[in-house]
């Protein structure tokens, strides 16, 4: 699949088939993912792959109850090492920079999970200390995202509208349209 039918394509899905998706086929998609950039190449990305039934489940549930979830086979779940950016950038590479590093990841991951025929859905919503405690994930790591990945099993899948580019671009100073 074309880059660009990948980002035109892609939908969040939200109900997926009972099939496995291999460990093998995770790791591809994080091998070519990990090209994305980040500041300073400090790559703080660090990511727990969920295929167990039962913490998926209670992935679902730390997601205040969004229990579709656990009918994708596999979570992909992106921490975000805080501390490595903060020791180059300080505060900015903290509450900025670390967040948009994992942020570039996570939206290749859904790109090239599409490119390979897998659906994903973006979760932001859940209790990250209920994330923590169901993965052992540390104290100085940050659940950012969790990505549910498999084969859509949605039947009618609504698309989602844009806003017109045009209005939400300015020319040379904010505010100015030709
Ligand atoms: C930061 C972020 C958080 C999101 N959190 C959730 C979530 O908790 N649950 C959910 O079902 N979808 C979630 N989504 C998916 C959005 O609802 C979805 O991307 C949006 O409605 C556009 O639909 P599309 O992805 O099909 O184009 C999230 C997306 C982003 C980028």
């Given at each position: ?7 035109k ?17 995770v790791?591809?998609?994080?091998a070519?993912?990990?090209?994305a950039p980040?500041s300073?190449?400090v ?8 295929f167990?039934?039962?913490?998926r489940?209670k992935l ?8 579709w ?13 805080i501390?490595?950016?903060e020791a180059?950038y300080?505060e900015?590479?903290?509450n900025?920079?670390?967040i948009?590093?994992?942020a ?6 859904l ?5 390979l ?8 919503a ?20 969790i990505?549910t ?17 045009e ?5 040379d ?6």
């Amino acid at each position: 699949m074309e880059l660009v039918d990948a980002i035109k394509e892609r939908r969040s899905i939200r109900r997926y088939q009972n099939k496995k998706v291999p460990l093998e086929v995770v790791g591809e998609i994080l091998a070519i993912a990990k090209h994305a950039p980040s500041s300073g190449n400090v790559q703080n990305w660090r990511f727990v792959v969920v295929f167990d039934k039962e913490k998926r489940e209670k992935l679902a549930e730390a997601a205040f109850g969004q229990m579709w979830m656990a009918t994708a086979p596999v979570h992909i779940v992106i921490c975000n090492k805080i501390g490595d950016v903060e020791a180059i950038y300080g505060e900015r590479g903290r509450n900025l920079y670390s967040i948009q590093n994992c942020a570039i990841f996570g939206a290749y991951i859904l790109l090239m999970a599409k490119e390979l025929g897998l659906d994903t859905c973006w979760v932001g919503a859940f209790d990250e200390e209920e994330v923590r405690i169901i993965l052992n994930i540390p104290d100085d790591v940050r659940p950012e995202a969790i990505i549910t990945l498999g084969y859509s099993a949605e039947r009618k899948i609504t698309k989602m509208k844009r806003r017109e580019i045009e209005t939400l671009t300015y020319i040379d100073s904010w505010g100015n349209r030709p």
